[in-house]
């Protein structure tokens, strides 16, 4: 019996340390006196990112993944096209068809007009890729929030592993901001 017992322990060991050496490492940071829950409609701003391996997804397919991640949270979401197709047709200014910076501007000055806040991804791609989103309100373009995750070394960079990272932001944005309405609600 204390053998049964011995290698029933010995087991649940194994498998709790290999659900947590499997894990993405995370962190998130919510800016002091920053307020998330007024957030209604989070707009996506073109990724930074620059494609390493010529079998990961190019910077027109992370932005597809980004959005299409949304789909596991309750967020109203407008896509990078979805804003620059306002601001073209509002504005007569196609941010597709202008370079990185100056389009990054006319975004800025204009995701007000479609969203409460804006959401920048960067990618970097070192030995574990890490995904850094920077949530920003609107108009002020105040930092209000920050998420990071870093993928596994054993996760190549793929759709799959992109979309579960876009995936852990969405979820961990909608927590922070549940989290943030219940302190308000307790005050």
Sequence with gaps: MKNIMRLLVVCLMLIMGTQVSFANSDE???????DIT???RLALAMPLYQ???KDAPDKAEL???FYDASRVSRLSVASYNTVADSINSTKSIDILALDRRTAAKYFKEDVADY????????VANNSRTTFFFDVYQSGTNQLLYTYKI?????EKDSIATFNTLCEQFYKHFERAVEAQLKEKNKN
């Design 51 to 53: 494609q390493v391996d």
């Design 115 to 122: 969203a409460n806040a804006y959401v920048v991804l960067t």
């Design 63 to 65: 932005s597809k993944i």
């Design 28 to 34: 998130e940071t919510l800016q002091e006196g920053a």
């Design 38 to 40: 007024s957030i209604h």
């Design 150 to 154: 870093q993928a596994n070394r054993s």
